[in-house]
């Protein structure tokens, strides 16, 4: 028998689904495994390390292409998936995240310009929201609204993809944050998609995060065999996460999701709640930006990680802390979404995002006393602590 068949492949999945599905977990976590290694061994012979800058939360040099393993698993495995015949965007997906892999490995060799990679973007997007199976025409009566016009739909698409990958990509700033946070979406895309028995996307997420639960191990590492995702990691990923929150947005009702209770009008807070991590991260750092009278495009030290970094917490810590924030939002939304309608949901949802935004403005406040007693220790103390805080370049 030969496994690689299409023919094989297609009973394999018919017959035996749930081994199927984590056959597909373990392959790509095997084959992440496998890669990245290789692709280390490759960077530090050649010195492809990412320099330390002034917003740096390392203090060595890290190769930072773990984007090449992503994308070496993802080709592979979205190949495989097309023998299932149940969608047809899988080669659409591909051409996509070819040219934005392309453009995420230029800037991490070489550093490219912001106006390349939106046009990547720009470009990848169109491969996939011109998809019929991603046609946006109807969004359930979220705030009264049932069907919008075709272009509408295809403008709105385009901004969608391009927002989550750039916010995606804002969130990967230390250890961890963008493995966990793409762990916890991906997670629960998963599961509705398994609700309304959609096998391609319940796959496609359970590679997403097979590909991610090996990461960790190599992103979390204290040795030489530390690993950054870089931007051809991030915006591959955040391609994907956008690609598939598309799909939970244009999907139709659904038997088995209003039989878990739950309205078809909330279907854009639900995606909007699962996404929280990347989406208030990046409103709450051009807010604050604009505020300080700086373009919402500069860089600073006001993500949510380097917030809780600023108050002690390690980077796996501040990671665990933030995708456990995630859950907790999606868990309340889905308890509350059973019994309300979409108005009184996004009131639900400005309101956590209200709360939130408060919590992290007081402790953003609160590290600047909290290193200000370093200077009533003794003398020996200060002095390692004052240099603990020049190599992270605290408040720059």
Known sequence: MNILDQQVILELFRGYYPFFTFGTFLLAFGLTWYFIPKVIWVTQEKQLLKEINHRSSHKTEIPAFGGVAFFLVLILIISILQSLRTSNTGNHLIIGLTFLFMAGLKDDLVVSSAKLKFVSQVFAACFIIFSPELELINLNGFLGLDSIPLALGYAMKLLIVVALINAYNLIDGIDGLAGIAGMVICGMFAFIFYLVREPYYVLLSITVIGILSAFLRYNFSRSHRKMFM??????????????????????????????????AENMVLLALAILFLPVFDTLRVIIIRLK?????????????????????????????????????????????????????????VAIIFGLVGVLFEFLRKRAVPRYEKIYKRPKGVRVQLKRLIKENNFLS
């Open 292 to 348: 300080n009278g700086n373009s919402p495009f500069s860089a600073d030290r006001n993500h949510m990680h380097h917030v809780l970094l600023d108050n002690g917490l390690s980077h796996k810590k501040a990671s665990l802390c933030l995708g456990g924030l995630n859950i907790l939002v999606v868990m309340t939304f889905i308890l509350l979404s059973r019994h309300f309608n979409s108005w009184f949901m996004t009131l639900v």
């Open 230 to 263: 870089g931007d051809g990691g991030s915006l591959t990923i955040g391609f994907l996460i956008a690609f598939l929150s598309l799909k939970v947005l244009v999907m139709k009702v659904s038997p088995e999701l209003t039989g878990f209770g739950f309205h």
